[in-house]
């Protein structure tokens, strides 16, 4: 009997980076269970596109990148499995996308509005500062904590979601979901150390828990993270991803593998899965 063939697509980071050893972890633990895995680079390669069927049983889209996206929307086009199926990825990888699916769901997010001029919402102003994000932003590019009328009239007009802004107090939550198990993880936002990115392992509170199943629920997935603040005695989730970093979270590549195997024996069509099926591209 053939072994599975697994590719994971991660960009590529020199073999002793700390970025490098989650797909290291999860290559080694895939071949514990007799399960073949090649990692591929989607910016770094050629991709024929002609092909009519997947070359892989199932692929895991590790890799943010606009290239990698593209690509597994066109590996989803012709029925390839992955991890996390491409319409997740995509809609959480568009903030507003994302904070609509959010919001439906009962997730407390903030108030959040869409617009092409941040101008637009300055009369929300008088209710407190508001964040400006952009929608395709991550690591804390493209955000604006903003008091006063003048800071929205210096930003380009473009698409912009804008959110209430809820000061955090104290350290932002990372909570991450490998399966059934739910992490914790409190880190210093933002992170400039390896030491502060891997953060500390914090017990998960009954009501933590019950917001980050309710995100993964919004999408239909349970490999994904979910960034947390406080703020005033409530919770805020600020941001999901559908595959983070999950620094701070023990033997993760493991973790993973065993989620990666799950799905190779699972017969279910993907669809099963994948609870958004339109975004935008």
Not at 176 to 203: D, H, M, N, Q, S
Request: some cysteine.
């Amino acid at each position: 009997m053939t072994a599975p063939l697994v590719c994971v697509l991660a960009t590529h980071h020199p073999a002793g980076s700390p970025r490098a050893r989650l797909v290291r972890d999860l290559v080694d633990r895939l071949a514990h269970h007799r399960v073949t895995a090649v990692v591929e680079d989607p910016d770094q390669h050629a991709h024929d596109l002609s092909a009519p069927t997947p070359l892989a049983d199932l692929y895991v889209l590790k890799s943010g990148t606009p290239t990698a996206l593209s690509l597994a929307g066109a590996l989803d086009a012709v029925g390839a499995r992955i991890v996390n199926p491409y319409p997740v990825a995509a809609a959480c990888r568009d903030k507003i996308v994302q904070t609509r699916a959010l919001a439906a769901a009962g997730v407390p997010v903030p108030q959040s509005w869409l617009v092409t001029d941040p101008i637009q919402v300055a009369p929300h102003l008088v209710d407190g500062p508001l964040i400006v994000k952009d929608p395709r932003g991550s690591r804390g590019r493209g955000l604006h904590v903003l008091h006063e009328r003048a800071g929205l009239a210096d930003l380009d007009q473009e698409p912009w979601l804008v959110m209430r802004y809820h000061p955090p107090e104290g350290p932002d939550l990372k909570l991450y979901r490998i399966g059934e198990e739910i992490f914790c993880v409190e880190r210093p936002f933002p992170a400039r150390t390896l030491r502060e990115k891997r953060g500390r392992l914090l017990p998960v509170t009954a009501e933590l828990e019950a917001i980050v199943r309710r995100c993964g629920d919004a999408f239909g997935i349970d490999v994904y993270g979910v960034d947390v603040v406080r703020h005033q005695g409530r919770l805020w989730v600020v941001d999901m991803s559908a595959f983070p970093g999950f620094k701070g979270v023990p033997e993760a590549g493991r973790r993973i593998a065993d989620v990666v195997v799950d799905r190779l024996r699972d017969d279910a069509p993907q669809a099963s899965h994948a609870r958004v099926t339109a975004v935008t591209p």
